[in-house]
């Protein structure tokens, strides 16, 4: 608890500290927004009223790239971070497990991230006018949504672990996973990808239409890949061990 506390209360100065990168980080996420949903509107055709008549799904699926954004770079970021000024190794000596260790930081990391798409929601539901209407199963489900993507966060930092730098594998991948949430699922096996159940789900609480059996599978595919995860990034851990590169970058 004390580690946890320790986290939230560096994570709240850094954010205090530098106002400007703060502001400037919501202001950001939000004008992108404005910029795709705004020209997507304005378009002729078909296009201009598949965003007007879909605009809230879209909120959804924006909010959820940003989930991806943060999740899958987030545990190789800090094992990264670790190896390049050289405490990586000094952590694995610590009392604390280092597992629990990055787990903490990262649990600070949602609560953040939380205030983050809070704020740029709130400025898109006053100045676009998107009727998004907050349900407490909205919380839930991107909590949920979290973990899972931590799960996909937890396989990137085993290879990091392995590899030390792998920022380029990072970042293709938060490409190859952003479609996914924006899409939808018209197939039984779709409840088995990552992402899509989470920006689905959103989706059908906010239509009213969700029902006990979409949030038990999204449950058991949550637990699938933060188990994964998990089960990947310890056998990474355990080959650096053998291979004795834990202190080198």
């Known amino acids: 608890m004390n580690k946890l506390l320790a986290e939230l209360d560096y994570a709240m100065i850094s954010l205090k500290r530098y106002k400007f990168n703060t502001i400037f980080t919501i202001f950001f996420t939000y004008i992108v927004f404005v910029a795709i949903y705004g020209g997507g509107s304005l378009a002729g055709g078909g296009l201009g009223g598949y965003f007007k008549q879909n605009s809230v799904a879209f909120a959804i699926g924006y909010i959820f790239v940003i989930v991806v954004m943060s999740g899958v770079g987030g545990f190789a970021g800090d094992i990264t971070g670790y190896a390049k000024t050289g405490i990586l190794e000094q952590l694995f000596m610590s009392d604390i497990p280092f597992g629990i260790t990055l787990v903490i930081r990262n649990i600070a990391t949602i609560i953040v991230q939380f205030f983050f798409i809070a704020s740029v929601l709130l400025l898109i539901t006053l100045t676009m006018g998107i009727p998004f209407a907050f349900n407490p199963l909205h919380l839930v489900i991107l ?8 799960g996909l966060g ?4 085993g290879i990091a672990l392995l590899f030390k730098n792998v920022s380029s ?3 293709a991948l938060q490409f190859f996973f952003m479609p996914l949430a924006f899409a939808s699922i018209q197939e039984p096996w779709l409840w088995l990808v990552p992402i899509t159940p989470g920006a689905e789900l959103m989706r059908r609480v906010s239509a009213g239409s969700l029902q006990t059996t979409d949030l038990l599978f999204f449950v058991l595919n949550t637990i699938l890949y933060f188990a994964i995860g998990s089960i990947i990034f310890n056998i990474c851990l355990n080959a650096t061990r053998k291979r004795g590169t834990m202190g080198i970058y």
């Open 143 to 150: 909590l949920l949504s979290l973990f899972e993507v931590y």
């Open 154 to 157: 937890l396989i990137m930092g």
């Open 169 to 171: 594998v990072i970042g």
